[in-house]
């Protein structure tokens, strides 16, 4: 049966959505779109049906609302009918539309962890600092509320998943993350500068010998061989899904790993050393009040502007070790992407693509019932395997190697 869906936000991961739910409106219905800029969403929905991306007749609507407002999005809901919530709006906005989805009783997706705009980098585990805390309600309520399912986290999450499933014993998940593209800016962020810079201002937790360690952005650094980008730096850093992970494998090393240029490195590096990267008020000269960070990001290009020229390919995997049979074993488990294809398909770069089509799988499958879980579930929770068979055929195929980074290629289900 199909089942309606509101997506909260309108950049340009919300495009992608807005896109692959009309693709697949056989399953997901009538689709709205709401934001505190209606005409960002009404943009969207222009770009929707000059795609003649609609796969059925049905309806398609923007609407403004506040997502900081639990009892607007939760009427909006009520208005609207829809069955399921795919929120991929700002960090700051996940709780109050959780909250609004439990009121209602519709299911709720999104894609990263809830932050505070106050606090960076909290006591770990991150989940458990505001999502988790909702989850015997979720349970109570029987609402279904999916977490973190973008691609990181997200997809990287049913790769370790589904890695483990191979083997009797995990013994560490290392997550990475490497965009070997081109946008042609000076300097640009790919998503959100504000939540792009907070994950990299903070401590960077990771999992290992079953407890927190931590160290600092950049301070550790690999060359990983990897699948068409070739070798490539990456450093570790904190992220979402090394906090779920740790809790659902806590007998495994957990660490991830992005991939930067050393122009990205010294521009950081100026702006923070600067003070140009803090989320603390401060007073200029002539006594107005300005946050830093908020000043970076609006003189820094919007994220979807960079989709026109965008070249290039991005990688993303999970190198998962263990035994098995008594036995060493490595799995390699990635997919990789294409901005220009991405920018033909949806009008946007890959990695708003690969942020964007994963939630409209998971969206897909909580529709067939296959992922309702009547109850809040991070991505490593639920059976991977139909989701990567939706993953295949909307846009992002994945790819194991047995053995490892060198190991023989095939698809996942060979």
Request: glycine content about 8%; aromatic content about 10%.
């Amino acid at each position: 049966m199909k089942q309606n869906v509101l997506i909260i936000g309108a950049g340009g991961v919300a495009q992608v959505v807005a896109h692959k739910c009309a693709q697949n409106n056989d399953v997901l219905g009538d689709i709205h779109i709401a934001s505190r800029t209606v005409s960002k969403c009404e943009a969207i929905l222009e770009s929707v049906r000059e795609k003649g991306a609609m796969k059925n007749d049905g309806v398609l609507k923007a609407h403004q609302v506040d997502a900081m407002d639990t009892a607007a999005v939760a009427q909006l809901i009520r208005d609207t009918g829809v069955e399921i919530v795919i929120n991929v709006g700002s960090a700051f906005v996940n709780m109050y539309v959780l909250d609004a989805c439990i009121e209602t009783g519709v299911a709720y997706i999104d894609t990263a962890i809830h932050e505070d705009p106050a606090k960076i980098c909290e006591t770990p585990p991150w989940y458990a600092n505001y999502e988790w805390k909702k989850r015997d309600l979720c349970a109570e309520k029987g609402v279904t509320a999916i977490l973190g399912a973008g691609f990181d986290p997200g997809v990287v999450n049913a790769f370790a998943r589904f890695a483990i499933d191979l083997m009797d014993e995990v013994k560490s998940i290392d997550i990475v993350d490497i965009n070997a593209g081109s946008h042609g800016k000076y300097f640009a962020t790919n998503f959100d500068p504000e939540i792009n810079f907070r994950e990299f201002t903070g401590v960077v937790y990771y999992w290992e010998d079953q407890q927190w360690k931590e160290t600092t952005m950049f301070a550790s650094g690999h060359d990983w061989e990897l699948p068409v980008v070739g070798t490539c730096r990456a450093y570790q850093s904190g992220h979402d899904e090394v906090h779920s992970l740790a809790a659902n494998y806590p007998q495994a090393d957990v660490r991830f790993w992005m991939g930067f240029g050393d122009h990205y490195i010294n521009v950081f590096t100026v702006l923070k050393n600067l003070g140009l990267l803090s989320e603390q008020p401060v007073v200029t000269a002539e006594g107005q009040e300005v946050v830093p960070l908020k000043v970076v990001k609006a003189v820094l290009p919007d994220p979807a502007s960079l989709a026109p020229n965008y070249t290039g390919k991005t990688c993303i995997g999970d190198l998962v070790k263990g035994t098995k049979d008594g036995e060493d074993y490595e799995v390699f488990v990635y997919n990789v992407a294409d901005h220009k294809e991405a920018y033909e398909e949806v009008g946007s770069q890959g990695i708003s693509y690969t942020a964007g089509v994963p939630p409209v799988a998971a969206a897909m499958l909580v529709a067939t019932g296959e992922w309702d879980a009547k109850t809040m579930k991070n991505v490593e929770e639920l059976d991977p395997k139909p989701f990567f068979t939706i993953l295949d055929r909307i846009g992002l195929p994945t790819r194991k190697r047995i053995g490892g980074l060198h190991g023989v290629d095939t698809a996942w289900n060979e």
